[in-house]
């Protein structure tokens, strides 16, 4: 297994643009979480899916920011019309239900720029 | 919502211990994660505690004391390559983890 895998990893788009990210996870799990981090924070959680169901979002996902899971596996996060402040960077993780203590598998991200 | 509270930056000579504090505040807790993060790669993870008490593994410990919204983390000999953003993450109702800012740790010869 090559861990959570995450493309591109870097997009310099122009405002008003839309972008698409992809998240492979580790394939045995279950749930695939979206976060996005700026500089000298700690990560921000952004949606949850256990399965192909979104369980939970939060309400720093503006209307602009769509995610899917469609089959369970694989998920993308799609921004449209991107602003400047929608720069960081995105990072997914994994987890198994019921293997807690192992905690969340990272994705080494995408790093977005909005110019 | 929960309020989550760590040093923005310790430094520390190679070789030494260093102790990473971690305050927290929640409701409905249902544990709490430790996680590395050298710059510009992903976090990683290094320790869960649901449970009060100490769990070691190798250099690194963590702590929690669930009663004070406690948590700390131990790195014992310290290495230069232990210079990295160290994340206390908590999670409370649900499957969520909330991410503190981050302690910068910078260890120097």
């Known amino acids: 297994d090559t861990g959570v895998s995450q493309n591109p990893r870097h997009k310099i788009t122009k405002r008003g643009q839309n972008v698409t990210f992809r998240c492979d996870p580790i394939s045995e799990h279950n749930r695939l979480y979206w976060y996005r981090q700026t500089l000298g924070q700690g990560p921000e959680f952004l949606t949850y899916?256990?399965?192909?169901?979104?369980?939970?979002k939060s309400r720093l996902l503006s209307d602009r920011f769509s995610a899917e899971r469609p089959k369970g596996s694989f998920s993308t996060l799609e921004i449209q019309r991107t602003e400047q402040g929608d720069s960081a960077m995105y990072l997914c993780?994994?987890?198994?239900?019921?293997?807690?203590?192992?905690?969340?598998?990272f994705g080494s991200g995408t790093r977005l720029t909005v110019v | 919502g929960q309020n989550i509270d760590q040093p923005t930056e310790m430094t520390a000579t190679e070789g030494a211990i260093v102790q990473i504090n971690c305050t927290y505040q929640t409701s409905g807790f249902n544990g709490l994660f430790w996680y590395q993060q050298h710059a510009g790669e992903a976090p990683t993870f290094l320790s869960y505690n649901v449970l009060d008490g100490l769990e070691e593994k190798g250099r690194f410990s963590s702590f929690l004391s669930r009663s004070k919204g406690y948590s700390y983390l131990l790195l014992k000999e310290l290495q230069m390559k232990d210079s990295a953003s160290y994340l206390c993450?908590?999670?409370?109702?649900?499957?969520?983890?909330?991410f503190g800012r981050g302690t910068s740790l910078i260890v120097h010869p």
């Open positions: 993450a908590v999670r409370a109702r649900g499957y969520i983890p909330t």
């Open positions: 993780a994994s987890s198994l239900e019921s293997r807690d203590r192992y905690g969340y598998t």
């Open positions: 899916f256990q399965n192909e169901a979104q369980l939970e």
